[in-house]
């Protein structure tokens, strides 16, 4: 991605959210529970490569299906809540489910995942009633505006019936087990397991389960989440996101800012200049102060507009210096207070500490920073790759060879999770920097097949070489093609004469 450019289409609306229903099931473990979780198979749009709870979204038919003491969306949004559960874990909670063999339980979950007995019928045929109270309403979330594909999903808490046994079927799921929610949260603050902000406060209130009913009242009063909708994201502990809408490139709508750190806070890229985006910054950052933490310095991974727009309004707002890179701080309206380099490291004070080490990653822009944690590898990596598109090398200032570098350096680092300045993390790092490489690769062989021994202009090569790209995003692309015509030149396989191209 890229700051916007001329003649640019406007910025697609804002995703409606899908009705969804997600499922917390737990047992009894002596003093406490134990929740039943699964993994996300990480190719999914939505959540790939995340933990999560059984669930996905209702469909059309759901709403036909009763269910003894609810109605309308309520008792619709429950049928899609035993649905899901069944299919995902081979549990179900409803009436007479008690008397069914273990294998007439596989055979229904077969048939019901490969479309062969809808669901309503299902239940009817084999004499099953769903009930209300076996869903019990644990809260309601919406997926920020942000993100290209949302969900209004109502939680249920669900007490696993005593003759069930939850199973892994391969599919979109790769993990799925019980486990103490103490253990959990020690595995996303390690950093080895990504969550939601939903997942990671049903986790938190139940890793101090009492009763029920007190457990029910806290999951049904979320803090800090206005409309349903979270204001703190943390996917891992002390990896916070503040999206801040900006100029930015379409199908992107939005700037991911960082706020980084466990006491010590370390913003990344607060890119918006409207006043309303900052005051999102503002009321999260407000959120960690209440907590005891503090904003030390703000730092921008490069200097296009859709990074920095905020900068001197957090610089001189909150009275915290600037760090940047010196080919960034040449470009700024701001003075920068420290100039980063390779291989430095970044403490942040805390509990726990982190340590940032600092590379410099030239391509899309020359003084491009990305930002590793040394303890878990996450990387905060700017635009060197993005969660919804393609990245643009624009020359002179971005350099194709240098990019496809650095893309290898991080890959080989090895980092872990990729938090990209647009669109949402990036679970397996190393799996996209390989298949950025991969694309640019063939991309480039299909530049190369464009060249006829006659020659031909640069609109011309992407014609042919971009026919898979929608025309209106064809002066993007020339961008990324010339960038790729000057490393074939650098490297003697192509020629330029008079604004043409040849193969040497």
Not at 216 to 244: M, N, S, Y
Not at 372 to 400: F, K, L, Q, W, Y
Request: glycine share 8%.
């Amino acid at each position: 991605m890229s700051e916007a450019l001329p003649g640019m289409p406007p910025p697609p609306p804002v995703a409606r959210p899908r009705p969804a229903s997600v499922v917390v099931m737990y047992r009894r473990a002596g003093a406490g529970v134990e929740v039943f979780w699964v993994k996300r198979e990480k190719a999914l749009r939505f959540a790939g490569g995340f933990y999560a709870f059984p669930g996905g979204k209702v469909d059309r038919e759901d709403v036909e299906v009763p269910v003894r003491g609810a109605s309308g969306e309520e008792a619709a949004a429950r049928v899609a809540a035993a649905r899901e559960l069944f299919e995902e874990t081979g549990v179900l909670v409803a009436e007479g489910a008690e008397a069914l063999s273990p294998e007439r339980l596989k055979a229904l979950r077969r048939a019901l995942l490969e479309g062969q007995r809808p669901w309503g019928a299902l239940l009817a045929e084999e004499g099953l009633a769903l009930r209300a109270e076996d869903f019990r309403s644990a809260g309601r979330w919406i997926t920020p505006p942000y993100m290209p594909l949302r969900f209004d999903a109502r939680f249920f808490l669900v007490e696993a019936p005593a003759h069930a046994r939850a199973e892994l079927w391969p599919g979109e799921l790769t993990e799925a087990t019980w486990v103490a929610p103490a253990e959990a949260l020690a595995r996303w603050g390690a950093g080895s397991t990504l969550l939601h902000s939903p997942n990671l406060y049903v986790l938190q209130v139940l890793a101090r389960f009492n009763t029920a009913e007190a457990v029910l009242a806290r999951l049904e009063a979320p803090p800090h989440c206005p409309d349903f909708i979270p204001t703190l994201v943390e996917f891992q502990q002390g990896v916070r996101i503040a999206p801040l809408v900006t100029p930015t490139l379409p199908p992107a709508t939005h700037t991911c800012a960082y706020v980084l750190g466990n006491g010590e806070l370390l913003i990344v890229d607060p890119g918006a200049e409207d006043p309303g985006e900052y005051a999102k910054l503002r009321e999260l950052l407000s959120i960690l102060e209440g907590e005891g933490m503090r904003p030390v310095a703000v730092l921008l991974t490069h200097h296009h507009g859709d990074h920095i727009g905020g900068a001197k309004a957090v610089k001189e707002g909150l009275g915290i210096p600037l760090w940047c890179h010196a080919r960034t701080a040449d470009r700024l309206d701001v003075r920068a207070d420290r100039l980063l380099e390779d291989g430095e490291v970044l403490e942040l004070a805390g509990s726990p500490p982190q340590r940032w080490r600092v590379l410099h990653t030239p391509g899309h822009a020359r003084g491009h920073l990305c930002l590793v944690d040394e303890h878990t590898r996450a990387a905060i990596v700017g635009d060197m790759v993005s969660g919804v598109s393609t990245i643009v090398i624009d020359p002179p200032e971005g350099n194709m060879r240098e990019y496809l570098v650095q893309l290898a350096r991080l890959r080989d680092w090895p980092v872990t999770t990729l938090y990209p300045a647009h669109g949402g993390p990036i679970p397996d790092g190393p799996g996209k920097l390989q298949e950025y490489l991969e694309h640019r690769a063939a991309r480039e062989a299909l530049i190369l097949a464009a060249l006829p021994a006659a020659g031909a202009t640069l609109e011309q090569v992407v014609e042919t070489a971009y026919s898979d790209t929608p025309p209106f995003l064809h002066p993007v692309a020339q961008r990324s093609a010339l960038a790729t015509l000057e490393k074939l030149m650098e490297e003697g396989r192509v020629r330029e004469e008079q604004a043409r191209y040849f193969p040497a």
